[in-house]
Antibody, heavy 117, light 109 residues
Framework: EVQLVESGGGLVQPGGSLRVSCAAS????????MSWVRQAPGKGLEWVAN????????YYVDSVKGRFTVSRDNAKNSLYLQMNSLTAEDTAVYYC??????????WGQGTLVTVSS | QSALTQPPSASGSPGQSVTISCTGT?????????VSWYQQHPGKAPKLMIY???KRPSGVPDRFSGSKSANTASLTVSGLQAEDEADYYC?????????FGGGTKLTVL
C-alpha cells in the first residue's frame, strides 16, 4: 500500500524557517518525480515545487522561489521542503504527492504550517 | 486568481450527469495533454480521478470521464451519487510548472 506521511508542520513566526518532511513507503520512491502542493485554509490547491528522481531538476512556483528549497533522500525514501522567510501567505496545509506524467497520483494527509506572531 | 478557471459551483440530482469545465490558455491546457482532475472531500487529501485528459486510475468508477477541446477541459460525472458531493480541481502542466484551477464545489441535490 502506498503511503506518504508528512511531518514537521507547526506554528512559526513571520520571517522564520521551518522544514517539513514526507516519508514514503509502498512504492519505489527513487523512480518518481515528487511534488509539494499546499492549500491555504478554506482555499484551493496550489502547486509549490517538483523535484526529479535524482534531485537534479527542481521547479518552484514564483511566489516561493528563493525562499523554499525542495530536496530528497532516496536512501531514506524521504522528501523535504525547507521554508525560509515565511509570511502569513504561506499558512497552509502542505501535501507531498508523487508525480506521474504531471498528475499527482498519491497524496499524503498533509501537515499544517501556520505563520503568525 | 488561479491560473485555470473553473465555475465555483455545480449541482445535479442523483442519477443525473454534471459537467465541470476548466479553462486555460495555449500555455497550459491547450498546449499539453496533461490535464488531471482531483476530488476532495472536506478535511481529506485530494484524490486523483482523471489523468492525461481522459484516463482513469484503477479504482475510479467509469462514471467519471474527462475530455478536452482547445483550451477547455471538462470532467463529466454521470449517474450522480451522494458520495460524489465534493470539491473538484483541475490541473495542467504548463511548462516546468503545474497549475490548478480554483475548484468547483459539486452539490448532489
Amino acid at each position: 500500500e502506498v503511503q506518504l506521511v508528512e511531518s514537521g508542520g507547526g506554528l512559526v513566526q513571520p520571517g522564520g524557517s521551518l522544514r517539513v518532511s514526507c516519508a514514503a513507503s509502498g512504492f519505489t520512491f527513487s523512480i518518481y518525480w515528487m511534488s509539494w502542493v499546499r492549500q491555504a485554509p478554506g482555499k484551493g490547491l496550489e502547486w509549490v515545487a517538483n523535484i526529479k528522481q535524482d534531485g537534479s531538476e527542481k521547479y518552484y512556483v514564483d511566489s516561493v522561489k528563493g525562499r523554499f528549497t525542495v530536496s530528497r533522500d532516496n536512501a531514506k525514501n524521504s522528501l523535504y521542503l525547507q521554508m525560509n522567510s515565511l509570511t502569513a501567505e504561506d499558512t497552509a496545509v502542505y501535501y507531498c504527492a508523487s508525480l506521474y506524467f504531471h498528475s499527482f497520483d498519491y497524496w499524503g494527509q498533509g501537515t499544517l504550517v501556520t505563520v503568525s506572531s | 486568481q488561479s491560473a485555470l478557471t473553473q465555475p465555483p459551483s455545480a449541482s445535479g440530482s442523483p442519477g443525473q450527469s454534471v459537467t465541470i469545465s476548466c479553462t486555460g490558455t495555449s500555455s497550459d491546457v491547450a498546449g499539453y495533454n496533461y490535464v488531471s482532475w482531483y476530488q476532495q472531500h472536506p478535511g481529506k487529501a485530494p484524490k486523483l480521478m482523471i489523468y492525461e485528459v481522459s484516463k482513469r486510475p484503477s479504482g475510479v468508477p467509469d462514471r467519471f470521464s474527462g475530455s478536452k477541446s482547445a483550451n477547455t477541459a471538462s470532467l463529466t460525472v454521470s449517474g450522480l451519487q451522494a458520495e460524489d458531493e465534493a470539491d473538484y480541481y483541475c490541473s495542467s502542466y504548463a511548462g516546468n510548472k503545474e497549475v490548478f484551477g480554483g475548484g468547483t464545489k459539486l452539490t448532489v441535490l
